[in-house]
């Protein structure tokens, strides 16, 4: 090694090696701080950070994730009241022998969340006020409506009438069961 030449000591064996050398001559080993694309430790140091943020992120999301899935969900009681029904219509159908009722209208949800499976139950009167049919849209029940914050949604409750047609009269919508739009199932 000539005397002028800049020298160092490989990292790995120890070996004095010179100052400008990559590759240590003895042990092949890559020195460090040598900033070239070419210099396979840098790219795999470049591939060990963006794993680990991969990593990170997938854990963060995953965690989100499990969050909204299984994490606690808010309660419709204290909103019920404000999921109003704006409007209602009852109708009397014959399907072959059977007599059905259909009724169908709109709510307002006046609340700053979103909910579905809202249940909704009619209760049909006779002209006497007296009660005489209960048909529902209950949470199990496809017909559990979605209401977005503050926004109107439609709906549609069906069922086999009890009665004959001419007993029934007026009629009233309840809205019942409701869960958080993120709850699951
Ligand atoms: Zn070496």
């Known amino acids: 090694m000539a005397e002028n030449e800049q020298i160092k000591i490989c990292p790995l064996c120890a070996e004095t090696i010179k100052a400008a050398a990559k590759v240590c001559p003895h042990c092949r080993h890559w020195q460090p701080r040598k900033w070239s694309f070419s210099?396979?430790?840098?790219?795999?140091s470049v591939a060990s950070v963006f794993w680990a943020v991969a990593i990170f992120g997938?854990?963060?999301?995953?965690?989100?994730?499990?969050?909204?899935?299984?994490?606690?969900?808010?309660?419709?009681?204290?909103?019920?009241s404000q999921i109003a029904v704006v409007s209602s219509?009852?109708?009397?159908?014959m399907y072959g022998s059977n007599l059905t009722v259909d009724v169908v209208g709109v709510v307002?949800?006046?609340?700053?969340?979103?909910?579905?499976?809202v249940?909704?139950?009619?209760r049909l009167f006779d002209k006497d006020g007296k009660l005489i049919d209960v048909i529902q849209a209950s949470d199990s029940s496809y017909d559990g409506i979605v209401v977005l914050p503050h926004a109107e949604a439609g709906f549609k409750i069906h069922s086999r009438a009890?009665?004959?047609?001419?007993?029934?009269?007026?009629?009233?919508?309840f809205v019942g069961t409701g869960k958080d739009i993120c709850a699951w199932p």
């Open 58 to 80: 997938a854990i963060i999301g995953l965690g989100y994730f499990l969050e909204n899935l299984i994490g606690p969900k808010r309660d419709f009681a204290p909103y019920q």
């Open 89 to 93: 219509e009852v109708s009397l159908q």
């Open 119 to 122: 249940g909704l139950e009619a």
């Open 108 to 117: 307002t949800n006046k609340s700053n969340f979103a909910w579905k499976n």
């Open 39 to 44: 210099n396979p430790q840098l790219l795999q």
């Open 162 to 173: 009890t009665q004959k047609e001419s007993e029934y009269a007026t009629h009233k919508v």
